[in-house]
């Protein structure tokens, strides 16, 4: 029983599907893009200006050819990541323009962040692929600066990648230098993310990018979300109908452009506060929300996205533990299959942390860990040993434990276990001392994947050439 929404049953999700159908068909959905609105007129859909009307049959077949599940190749062949089915793949923040010190005072995000995030990821036990945007620098020019943070993505990890979709150029950008490394682009090679604007829209950009990613068959995120009481309606069920729409609307598009596309159904929603009227992230409310993602995911039959240890706090505090792991937990035991912001991530997603990076990789470790099956093969119950023991009860030198210490629980690096004396006498005790150390460990052991000397140089020469000419 999934008790974030154990209410929500098929007939539920029918509603909200039927719901949306109906907004789709009499409102529709705006697309202020020239290339997309020609795209929908070719195929038959009603036209208003910049709003598109969809037809429930449209949707059906746009839905049909999107692939259950899709396999997003590496630079390293052995970090492959299959998107669906049973599986869980996690990446860090993404997109936010500061840093937040151990002080807690804020700065601008630069270049050097970009880069030390790489190599976090690169060596990171429990990520699976790196954020297109882990941060937004702010010491290179707005305009080119996804060429930096794509090159410092494809030399300094190894591991899958996103491509960039702040525009049409980042996307096609994105295609030319992943064409580079790999020589081709007929399977995919990363993963981009879509996301509408609220209520019941795509920006230009995004609308821009969607085009070039789906010609090219490259895997895409599409999300939609609301703040309820401001962009969306207060109520979750007001929000699924204009969150759901606007999702149905991108994946219709990208299945008119090119059939099979591979698409991850994304959806959320959070809170305003009636107090303040700020966003909030990593309430009941956004947990919520992951939950039905999963759900509106599994009813679509395609992946789905949910969001990762989010929270509004600014310190390695007990409110930043308690809303991270809450939403992990959640999007974990709900079946997400794709996770992002799954590390570092303060405060509504405006500020990423390098001690909070590696508190929430050990809340990544645990989450996988626990998702993991149980295993129940006959070694596994060693019914030969128990009646061998009998009642002697110390089955700590015996082969069957030894064979699998190493490797049968889950080790913290960072949490503590420890009894009180010992813990008293320990220095240092405060959990971001502690990250810092294990930080600048990690930091002081990355090394650079190996990657072909002319590859890198025709990178090299790309990036630079773009930035010249932009």
């Not at 020609?38 to 009307?53: E, L, N, P, T, Y």
């Not at 300094?156 to 230098?177: F, H, V």
């Not at 990544?364 to 023991?389: H, Q, R, T, W, Y």
Request: some cysteine; proline content about 5%; glycine content about 6%.
């Amino acid at each position: 029983m999934n008790r974030a929404i154990m209410n929500l049953d098929k007939a539920s999700l029918d509603t909200i599907h039927a719901y949306s159908m109906e907004i789709l068909k009499d409102f529709g959905i705006r697309f202020p893009a020239d290339k997309a609105l020609a795209i929908f007129k070719k195929h038959g859909f009603r036209v208003d200006g910049s709003m598109v009307h969809f037809k429930e049959k449209d949707i059906q077949k746009a839905l049909e050819t999107v692939p259950e599940a899709f396999t997003i190749e590496a630079r390293n062949p052995s970090r492959n990541i299959r998107i669906g089915e049973t599986n869980y793949v996690m990446a860090p923040g993404y997109g936010p323009p500061f840093i937040i010190e151990p002080s807690g005072e804020k700065r601008d995000a630069a270049l050097t962040d970009v880069e030390t995030f790489c190599k976090l990821v690169q060596t990171s036990k429990y990520l699976d692929f790196n954020s297109a945007l882990v941060v937004q620098p702010n010491d290179v020019p707005i305009e080119t600066s996804h060429l930096d943070i794509l090159f410092a993505t494809l030399t300094l990890t190894d591991k899958p990648i996103m491509g960039s979709a702040a525009s049409e150029a980042a996307a096609r950008d994105s295609l030319i230098l992943a064409g580079i490394i790999w020589g081709r682009l007929d399977r995919p090679l990363m993963l981009s993310l879509i996301d509408s604007l609220s209520p019941l829209q795509y920006a230009t950009e995004m609308a821009e990018a969607l085009l070039v990613f789906a010609a090219a068959g490259q895997p895409m995120i599409i999300h939609s979300a609301c703040t309820l009481g401001l962009t969306g309606p207060i109520t979750i069920a007001g929000s699924l109908v204009v969150s759901n729409a606007t999702t149905l609307a991108g994946i219709c598009l990208s299945q008119l452009i090119n059939p099979g596309t591979p698409v991850i159904y994304g959806l959320g929603g959070s809170p305003m506060d009636m107090r303040t009227g700020a966003y909030v992230n990593a309430s009941p409310e956004d947990a919520k929300h992951i939950a039905i993602s999963s759900a509106m995911g599994r009813y679509y039959n395609m992946p789905c996205r949910g969001q990762g240890a989010l929270t509004e706090s600014f310190c390695l505090d007990y409110q930043a533990g308690m809303e991270s792991a809450i939403m992990l937990t959640v999007a974990a035991l709900s079946g997400i299959h794709v996770g992002i912001h799954n590390c570092g991530t303060y405060g509504s997603m405006l500020a990423m942390s390098f001690e909070k990076f590696i508190a929430d990789e050990e809340l990544c470790g645990a989450v996988k860990k626990l998702i993991k099956p149980v295993e129940l093969s006959e070694d596994a119950f060693a019914l030969d040993l128990i009646k061998e023991m009998g009642t002697s009860g110390n089955y700590l030198v015996e082969t069957h434990t030894v064979e699998r210490c190493r490797d049968e629980f889950f080790i913290p690096d960072l949490g503590i276990r420890a009894i009180h004396d010992k813990w008293f006498e320990m220095q240092p005790r405060d959990i971001t001392t502690r990250a810092r150390n294990l930080l600048a460990k990690r930091l002081a052991e990355y090394e650079k994947p190996a990657m072909d000397p002319e590859i890198e140089k025709k990178l090299i020469q790309y990036v630079n050439e773009q930035k010249r000419n932009r």
